[in-house]
Each structure stands twice: as C-alpha cells, then as structure tokens.
C-alpha cells in the first residue's frame, strides 16, 4: 500500500461526483488539495474545483499512474483490463469495493492493488507515519 502511496502523481478518480456530500467528492477533493494531479471521470460533463470532469477515461492525454473506482464492485473487472491496456501501475478500490477477479486480472499483469480501503484514510496515515 506504501508503494502505491509513495509512487501516485496523475490519479483518475472513477465515478468522482461533483456532489460535496458524496464520499468520492470528498475523497477526490482530498487528492488534490493534497497536490495530486486528479482527473475527475464522471457521466456528466462540467468541472470539480477547476478541474474538468472526464465521461471516460480514454478522454485523458497524460500519462495516468493510478485508477481510485467509487462504483460498484462489477465495473471492476472490466476497469482492471482497461488499466492494464494504458500501463497503470496501480488499482484501488474504495472502501466497501471488492471484487476477487479484477484483483486477479490486475495481479496478473504486475499491477498494485488495493480493494476494500480507502485511499484518503489510508494517505493521511501513510502522511502521518512519514512525520514520525
């Protein structure tokens, strides 16, 4: 988990809803007030704290190291071999998302992956342990 922590810059936060009392807002917001280069991916066009809102991640032209999913665990599988065919090292999966075979599929193929955690909770850890 350190790895991914250690290595995210550009992160596309799948289902990332503009919504501010949604977890994937608050979560996605976290990312970037923390300086990550988030790329919010939602059905609807518009923008999140100046940041333009993709309908799919094939629509970004950077280079994306981590894909955070906040949609139900069968989108997964299919998220996982679209990581694979854009070289993402890493895969996480928020907290209360688990599916067994994407997390085959992305080991498989050399990805770090993380299910059922949540990335804000676990970065303000990792944060805190490095001020140690």
């Known amino acids: 988990m350190q790895d991914i922590l250690k290595s995210m810059k550009n992160i596309a936060v799948v289902g990332f809803s503009p919504n501010d009392t949604k977890a994937s807002n608050q979560v996605g917001c976290y990312l970037i007030d ?59 999966l928020q907290l209360g998302i688990v599916n067994d075979e994407a997390k085959q599929i992305a080991q498989d193929a050399g990805l770090n992956f993380i299910q059922d955690a949540c990335i804000m909770i676990e970065h303000k850890r990792f944060k805190n342990d490095k001020s140690k």
């Open 34 to 92: 923390m300086g990550f280069n988030v790329f919010p991916i939602y059905p609807k066009s518009g923008e999140i704290k100046g940041r333009k809102i993709y309908q799919s991640i094939d629509e970004i032209s950077e280079k994306i190291d981590t894909i955070v999913m906040f949609r139900k665990a069968e989108f997964a599988t299919e998220l996982a071999k679209k990581a694979i065919n854009l070289g993402v090292k890493n895969l996480w």
